[in-house]
């Protein structure tokens, strides 16, 4: 059975989440914003989405762009998980992932080493 928790809460791990980061990571995430949505129509089992230009792959010519979404999806997460304390990291986890890939880090690193 999913884990209820409302809203307002699960947004609040998301910024928990990345309240962990540290600033010198923070400081160069450049045009990113992140949303919490309750899960992707396409992929419903998703738990995170980056969609954007990796910093890594931004040159000369990377100029008047939307921002890049990274998108976290609480249903799946909440639907996967036994207790909060299991929310919780798998929030951390989730949001450290994408701002990965935000990075320019790809799956294969991330998963090898635990991050996804």
């Excluded at 040159?59 to 990274?70: A, K, R, S, V, W």
Aim: charged share 25%.
């Amino acid at each position: 059975m999913p884990i209820r928790m409302s809203d307002d809460e699960f947004d609040g791990l998301v910024s928990d989440a990345l309240d962990t980061i540290p600033s010198e990571l923070t400081d160069n995430m450049s045009n990113v914003v992140i949303l919490v949505e309750a899960h992707n129509t396409e992929e419903p089992s998703i738990l995170g989405l980056y969609h954007g230009v990796a910093l890594t792959m931004r040159d000369h010519e990377y100029g008047g762009y939307l921002p890049d979404t990274i998108t976290i999806y609480r249903e799946p997460i909440l639907a996967m998980c036994r207790d909060r304390d299991e929310v919780v990291r798998e929030v951390a986890v989730t949001v450290i992932h994408e701002i990965a890939h935000h990075f320019g880090i790809d799956d294969a690193w991330l998963h090898a080493n635990g991050w996804g």
